[in-house]
């Protein structure tokens, strides 16, 4: 079965930049969604079709994809942010989730 | 706007089948190109997608789990059940349920419920 592979936690420090890839292969013919889930939280949605952001979401947070991999990108990190990532993508009509990463605010 | 709600026991024993309910607002499951997915999360680990069901009926189902899940809607438009059967204690954990509107083949969920805590002990 189709896997997508994330680092499981990524570091950094306030008002700096965090970015947060998910690999898997033949990622670039897939688009790629991202959730952001904090504890005792519900997911929620932050980036589809690799770069889309759905209203409410602020422009510091922001999708790339190149080739095989996609990347989530958070700018002027703040303390808020801190939570763990999950991308996302579709294989045969199925939904393969990554394993998470958790982004740590130091 | 569309909520949802996931609702079922707290509390299984092994080997039992555990029933849940997605009940739903803001949408209806009779409209074109809507789907609700279920995807649990097992304490302290990642998410994992279990079943998805389309207005059509169309059904789909996690590979691992296909042979045990079986997800159906109701007649009304505005529930989804999801049962597994034969559980057992790796089966525990937060089980949501999720919208997607299924314009594209790539859509997301989009609007997901609280969740609800399932436990499996004897």
């Known amino acids: 079965s189709y896997e997508v592979t994330q680092p499981p936690s990524v570091s950094v420090s306030p008002g700096q930049t965090a970015s947060i890839p998910c690999s898997g292969d033949d990622l670039e013919d897939k688009s790629v969604t991202w959730y952001q889930q904090k504890p005792g939280q519900s997911p929620v949605l932050v980036i589809y079709k690799d770069v889309k952001r759905p209203s409410g979401i602020p422009e510091r947070i922001s999708g790339s994809h190149s080739g095989n991999t996609a990347t989530l990108t958070v700018t002027g990190t703040q303390a808020t942010d801190e939570a763990d990532y999950y991308c996302?993508?579709?294989?045969?009509?199925?939904?393969?989730f990554g394993g998470g990463t958790k982004l740590i605010v130091l | 706007q569309i909520t949802l709600r996931e609702s079922g026991p707290t509390l299984v024993k092994p080997t039992q089948t555990l029933t849940l309910t997605c009940a739903f607002s803001?949408?209806?499951?009779?409209?074109?190109?809507?789907?609700v997915g279920w995807i649990r999360q097992p304490p302290g680990k990642a998410l994992e997608w279990l079943a998805l069901i389309y207005w059509n009926d169309d059904k789909r189902y996690s590979p691992s789990l296909r042979s045990r899940l079986t997800i159906t809607k109701d007649p009304s438009g505005n529930q989804v059940v999801l049962t597994m059967t034969n559980v057992h204690p790796v089966d525990a954990g937060t089980y949501y349920c999720?919208?997607?509107?299924?314009?594209?083949?790539?859509?997301?969920?989009?609007?997901w419920g609280p969740g609800t805590l399932v436990s499996v002990s004897s």
């Open positions: 999720a919208h997607r509107s299924a314009v594209t083949g790539e859509d997301p969920f989009d609007y």
């Open positions: 803001g949408f209806s499951l009779h409209s074109t190109e809507v789907g």
């Open positions: 996302q993508v579709w294989d045969l009509s199925t939904v393969v």
